[in-house]
């Protein structure tokens, strides 16, 4: 448990500071710890065989190689995530709550991913603040994405103004300047902090300007992080607010190999600054097959509603209009999963969401007639591993309940929450100096030689 003590002379700074300072002390801390494990067990384990690694598996996208450590989540394939160990559920009870809310704080969950603790309502708060003083977008950061047209996708605007960013990068300037090996964590420390603290303004700027005419909101240096960020965006109801601390706790992380966690990893990895590597992230994201799938979400369900011509389409209707994608050659987005092979515990946050405060509403009851329909009709196809929801099965309908009906900026609110994970995780590469990720590949035309029998094929 953290201890703050305002009146410790160590700390001659205002008390938001000497906060982070504080935990930034007890990060390095435990991954020094860490570190000194990881390096003994090497030395007594370090040839130990975690698993044997198919041919299918080289070609078919590396499901279920262990290949990565990831100390922010754990992914299990029934049960879906456990941040730091803790369920969603868990986390929906432990974790600090805004004032008058039942929806856990985003940044609560940070000081978890980043620290492996829970924290107190006041850890929590005195991050919230510390995320707030952080956050001045430079001017020239709005200039960037001005200069795009206003057509462009809400993703390219986002992934355009984080690279705008960069130009503060603490890590890029030390390192240019000569930094040591050992000070990597701390540049990369304090540009997470500054890029969670800005996403949320960067990411209102652009739905301002695509969607409401450039009328830009101050923040509001009273709100907790997604509170503030509902507030920006323009959306001051309460209900928003507490939808978007849980989108952004229950999308911030989903262990290292998913596209965007791996991608941040892997460009962090050439000493990339957190920018740069956030950033490549982010375009893993905006794949359709990824984050983007939110967006696809509910622009298949307006299709199939505009198609049918009904609000709520009844199960069978559901049924033929879900045969007509697949005999079109397309996925039911939403559905499926890499490594999940039950119902996605995110889906079933925001389904409980949906019943606490919109039990009513048309297309949340559609998405859930979707969900007793789909399943069984990915399952007859005998090839689809996992026929059950994601968590992009669910957002969407959500957020339009509340009148966000441009579904294109979707991936824009799960990239601001990813942020919390893959820097999280970031700041643990650095400090645990994981070195330059380099797999070995193979050509087709070597495959084909070792199957044949020929010897030392693999260079050994
Ligand atoms: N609809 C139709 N077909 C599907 C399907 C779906 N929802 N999910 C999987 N399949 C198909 C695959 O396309 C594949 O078909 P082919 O053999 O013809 O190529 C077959 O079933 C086997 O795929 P799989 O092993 O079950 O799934 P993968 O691990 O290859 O892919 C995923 C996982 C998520 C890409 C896939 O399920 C999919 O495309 N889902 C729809 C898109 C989606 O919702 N993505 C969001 C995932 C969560 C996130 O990252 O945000």
């Not at 103004?161 to 420390?189: C, P, R, V």
Request: include cysteine.
């Amino acid at each position: 448990m953290l201890c703050f003590n305002f009146t410790t002379p160590k700390f001659n700074r205002n008390p938001y500071s000497f906060s982070m300072d504080l935990i930034k002390e007890r990060f390095k801390q435990k991954a020094d710890e860490v570190g000194a494990e990881i390096k003994q067990m090497l030395k007594e384990h370090g040839n130990k065989v975690i698993g044997e690694v198919t041919l299918a598996q080289i070609y078919q996208g590396m499901r279920g190689m262990t290949g990565l450590v990831t100390e922010t989540s754990l992914l299990d394939a029934n049960e879906g995530i456990r941040f730091r160990g803790y369920s969603i559920p868990e986390l929906k009870e432990k974790l600090p709550k805004a004032p008058g809310g039942d929806e856990p704080l985003p940044e609560a969950l940070f000081h978890l991913l980043l620290l492996g603790e829970l924290s107190s309502q006041e850890e929590a708060d005195l991050i919230t603040a510390t995320l707030q003083r952080r956050s001045h977008v430079p001017n020239y950061v709005f200039d960037t994405i001005e200069a795009l047209p206003v057509s462009s996708h809400p993703m390219t605007m986002f992934v355009v103004g984080i690279m705008a960013l960069q130009n503060g990068s603490h890590f890029a300037k030390s390192y240019a300047a000569g930094m040591s090996k050992k000070d990597y964590w701390d540049a990369t420390f304090d540009d997470s902090l500054d890029l969670i603290s800005r996403l949320p303004r960067i990411a209102a700027y652009i739905y301002r300007r695509k969607y409401r005419n450039g009328e830009h909101i101050e923040p509001n240096g009273l709100l907790d992080w997604a509170g503030n960020f509902a507030h920006m965006m323009g959306y001051e109801s309460e209900g928003f607010k507490e939808l978007m601390r849980l989108y952004m706790t229950i999308h911030a992380d989903h262990e290292g190999g998913n596209v965007s966690a791996h991608t941040t990893h892997l460009v962090g990895s050439a000493l990339s600054d957190p920018f740069l590597s956030f950033s490549a992230g982010m375009n893993g994201l905006a794949g359709p097959l990824h984050g983007l799938a939110n967006q696809e979400v509910i622009k298949w369900i307006f299709e199939m509603r505009e198609a049918l011509g009904v609000d709520l389409p009844s199960k069978d209707q559901i049924a033929e209009y879900v045969k007509k994608t697949l005999s079109e050659g397309k996925v039911v987005p939403g559905y499926g999963h890499a490594v999940l092979r039950k119902t996605d515990p995110r889906f079933t946050a925001q389904m409980e969401f949906g019943k606490k405060h919109m039990p009513d509403d048309a297309l949340v009851q559609t998405v859930w007639r979707i969900y007793e329909t789909v399943p069984d009709i990915l399952n007859g196809l005998g090839k689809v591993k996992n026929p059950w929801p994601n968590v992009d099965a669910h957002s969407g309908a959500l957020l339009v309940h509340y009148g966000m009906v441009e579904y294109e900026f979707y991936t824009v609110l799960f990239g601001v929450s990813r942020a919390l994970g893959v820097l999280a995780s970031l700041c643990w590469d650095r400090a645990l100096a994981m070195p330059l990720e380099r797999p070995k590949s193979v050509t087709t035309n070597l495959v084909k030689d070792w199957l044949q029998g020929k010897d030392n094929i693999w260079g050994e």
